[in-house]
Nanobody, 124 residues
């Protein structure tokens, strides 16, 4: 069973920064997709950013230029650096992973393993 554990959430004022971390209980390799999602109260879950071990990344439009996803294979950990935070970024943030070469090839559209979530609150 693969386990993911997020850390780094918290409360920050508008314009501030936070860095989320997600530790994985399995090696990151060429068949790994990694992603960050968020869900605000009353809203559907939203994909924020994805990446592969090869460095291919995607971002939802609302975070482009402000957020950056990265990974450290040696630590089996990936990150979400969030800068210039806005109140609308307030949500529960979840990390997710998938380990299948076909999923990587298809653009990381499905994820089987999820963390428990970490709350990010941005005040104005």
């Amino acid at each position: 069973q693969v386990r993911l554990a997020e850390s780094g959430g918290g409360s920050v004022q508008s314009g501030g920064s936070l860095k989320l971390s997600c530790g994985i209980s399995r090696d990151i390799d060429s068949s790994t997709c990694m992603g960050w999602f968020r869900q605000a109260p009353g809203k559907e879950r939203e994909e924020v950013a994805t990446t592969t071990s090869g460095g291919r990344t995607t971002y939802t439009d609302s975070v482009k230029g402000r957020f950056a996803i990265s990974h450290d294979n040696a630590k089996n950990t990936f990150y979400l650096q969030m800068n210039s935070l806005k109140p609308e970024d307030t949500a529960m943030y979840y990390c997710a992973a998938e380990f299948h070469a076909v999923v990587v090839f298809a653009g990381c559209r499905t994820f089987s393993y999820w963390g428990q979530g970490t709350q990010v609150t941005v005040s104005s």
